[in-house]
């Protein structure tokens, strides 16, 4: 069964923008914490950003500071994230995370997770 579901993503041209969408189907309750990371070819999936449950934290990887924002819709059960002045370098599948249970920028700490969906990124 599908936990979470991603869509937004899609081919970019550098400094070019996207916005990835996340929904919790059948969630009433909000997630404590939910996160986006990202899985590039040959490399581990890294964190990307993180909100808490109403919004009222924030945190950035150190390489999306300032391109990239992440929001959430509680009423909706949707999490967003909003990238511009994208880099090549930010090609990767995009996955949705949520119920934190440990540090928030391990991967193993969420609970739930999305099929990812796919940002390319070209010179």
């Known amino acids: 069964q599908v936990q979470l579901v991603e869509s937004g993503g899609g081919y970019v041209q550098a400094g070019g923008s996207l916005r990835l969408s996340c929904a919790a189907p059948?969630?009433?309750?909000?997630?404590?914490?939910m996160a986006w990371f990202r899985k590039a070819p040959g490399k581990e999936r890294e964190f990307v950003a993180a909100?808490?449950?109403?919004?009222?934290?924030?945190d950035n990887a150190t390489s999306v500071k300032g391109r990239f924002t992440i929001s959430r819709d509680n009423a909706k059960n949707t999490v967003s994230l909003q990238m511009n002045s994208l880099k090549p370098e930010d090609t990767a599948v995009y996955y949705c995370?949520?119920?934190?249970?440990?540090?928030?920028?391990?991967?193993?700490?969420?609970?739930?997770w999305g099929q990812g969906t796919l940002v390319t990124v070209s010179s």
């Open positions: 995370a949520a119920d934190r249970s440990g540090g928030y920028r391990t991967p193993n700490a969420y609970g739930y």
């Open positions: 059948g969630r009433t309750c909000s997630s404590p914490t």
């Open positions: 909100i808490s449950w109403n919004g009222g934290y924030t």
